[in-house]
């Protein structure tokens, strides 16, 4: 069998190629350190790395999600603690405006107080996150909750409804309420002390009552039991809370266990890959050296 001297060449130009070949994949998993560049390297790892990827992508989505119900909520929190002061303030307001000693215009300068605090109740109904989302419109979060034309107050976000944010594997949590829940339902028609739902109406016409100088008592009806709401609402949000602190914990221990196998997996071992890499290097040098050798061997190199 004869060998050309071409073929030989041939021959050692591929070694050198091969070689520049692994020497360029070491350099560059010592660059990523990443312990797999191909999945056919090693099939079975590089699947389960891409699972254990992905389970960490969507647990760091929970935990984004996390933060954005707890701004929402720790805002309803405080909105609802300054509207329950804000009624409490009312209430004191109308027991003294029930004491008998109060003249008709003592009622009425109470009355023009509860009128300021009852346009503050409003303006927390109304209550915007740094998103400009308003908090108690339930899913119509692009609306203001309540307005107040000639006709009266009117809910005009969506009642009844609430939004459930995924803060976890098959959980999930609300990250607010509407509107007609907390502050009450809008009662229709002629108003009377003592069964008036809505705290907004409620305050209102206590106000016209003392303006009238016919203060009921029944008023004080009315504002217990919407404080009774604000107290359920902000006791609902407190637990909701603690739920997104609870979970927030659990998706981040399994991020870290996740990231410490996936690192285990796929990671580099640097001092194992600087050896191979040296090695892979001296391999081409052969080559080359070898390349240089067979390019001299040839019988006209012996003809005179």
């Known amino acids: 069998m004869r060998i050309s001297t071409s073929w030989s060449q041939q021959l050692s130009i591929d070694a050198m190629l091969s070689q520049q070949v692994k020497l360029s994949e070491a350099q560059l998993k010592l660059s990523t350190g990443q312990k797999y560049l191909k999945p056919s390297e090693n099939p079975t790892a590089v699947t389960g790395l891409i699972n254990l990827r992905q389970n960490i992508q969507e647990n760091e989505q929970y935990q984004v999600n996390i933060g954005m119900s707890r701004q929402r909520l720790e805002l309803q929190e405080s909105s609802l603690d300054n509207a329950t002061d804000t009624l409490q ?14 003249n008709a215009e003592n009622r009425k300068q109470l009355a023009y107080e509860i009128d300021e605090l009852n346009q503050h109740l409003l303006s927390l109904a109304n209550t915007q996150n740094a998103n400009g989302e308003y908090l108690f419109s339930g899913t119509k979060s692009d609306v203001p909750a309540y307005s107040k034309g000639a006709g009266g107050y009117s809910f005009d976000g969506e009642p009844d409804t609430r939004r459930s944010i995924a803060i976890g594997p098959e959980r999930t949590v609300t990250d607010g309420d509407p509107g007609n829940t907390v502050f009450g339902e809008l009662t229709p028609g002629a108003l009377t002390a003592g069964s008036i739902g809505n705290v907004f109406q409620a305050v209102e016409q206590l106000s016209l009552d003392l303006k009238n100088n016919q203060p ?53 071992d640097y001092a194992d890959a600087i050896s191979k890499f040296n090695l892979q290097q001296t391999s081409l040098q052969a080559a080359q050296q070898a390349y240089v050798k067979v390019q001299n061997l040839s019988l006209f190199n012996y003809i005179n």
């Open 89 to 102: 303030r009312i209430r004191e307001l109308a027991v003294q405006g029930l004491n008998d000693s109060n």
């Open 216 to 268: 009921s008592s029944n008023s004080l009806t009315d504002i217990d039991d919407a404080l009774r709401r604000f107290e359920n609402t902000r006791a609902s949000t407190g637990a909701r809370l603690h739920a997104l602190d609870n979970q927030e914990s659990l998706n981040e221990d399994y991020i870290l266990d996740n990231k410490a196998t996936a690192s285990a997996i796929g990671d580099l």
